[in-house]
């Protein structure tokens, strides 16, 4: 089961604000739905929003994040006086970003990093109509296509590192053999044994959850 940050009471108040912001952001200051998405993980401010920080998740409204979101990646676009929100695609994207954030317990930055972007949330307004049920399904079928797809995070930090199966084996005391498993996805990393994960990750100089793979739920 997902583990969520903040109770469903203030899911409503999160929903909101982010319908708010991506509306104001998109369609009010014109950005890209995809390159603003990543200034809000950028910013910090999505990792503020995951960990139920309550300035952000209902201590602000939308256009306030936006506007802090740019801020702190040292845009500066000229803000409206007066704006006018409008309840289009452009907020339902928020919408349901937050709901299916809220939900599946992943980061924002995970969402982004397996396909689930507003170009491809907004390719599927039509689903506006449809219950949120409906766009978890399709949301989930978006990551997984992806995952697959791509390599492990096994895989891509240990290329980050610049260090080859065989030295990380050596360095872990995972066996080579193992190490290619997980990478191929033949065995779940996730069911390792947490001495592998541990040494693996120490290995590697970054956090056990890190090599881990993203788990969903339906």
């Not at 583990?3 to 203030?10: E, G, V």
């Not at 997984?144 to 065989?166: E, Y």
């Not at 498993?181 to 290995?203: C, K, T, V």
Request: glycine share 6%.
């Amino acid at each position: 089961m997902a583990t969520r940050a903040y109770q469903q009471f203030y899911l409503n108040d999160a929903q909101q604000n982010l319908a708010v912001m991506f509306d104001y952001a998109i369609r009010l200051l014109k950005y890209d739905g995809d390159q603003f998405f990543l200034y809000f993980i950028q910013s910090e401010v999505a990792q503020k929003f995951e960990h139920a920080n309550p300035k952000y998740i209902a201590g602000m409204c939308g256009i306030e994040l936006a506007q802090n979101v740019l801020t702190k990646i040292g845009a500066a676009p000229k803000f409206p006086d007066d704006p006018k929100i409008k309840l289009g695609k452009e907020f339902w994207l928020g919408w349901v970003l937050a709901y299916y954030q809220w939900y599946s317990g992943l980061k924002f930055s995970d969402l982004q990093e397996y396909g689930l972007v507003p170009s491809e949330i907004l390719s599927r307004y039509i689903l506006h109509e449809a219950d949120i049920s409906k766009f978890v399904s399709v949301a989930n079928k978006i990551i997984l296509s992806n995952k697959a797809a791509s390599p492990t995070r096994l895989q891509k930090i240990r290329k980050a590192r610049g260090l080859t199966q065989k030295e990380l084996s050596e360095l872990s005391g995972v066996s080579l053999r193992m190490i290619q498993l997980y990478e191929q996805r033949q065995n779940d990393i996730n069911q390792a044994s947490g001495q592998a994960i541990n040494n693996l990750a120490r290995a590697l100089c970054c956090n056990f959850y890190e090599i881990m793979e993203i788990e969903l739920i339906p």
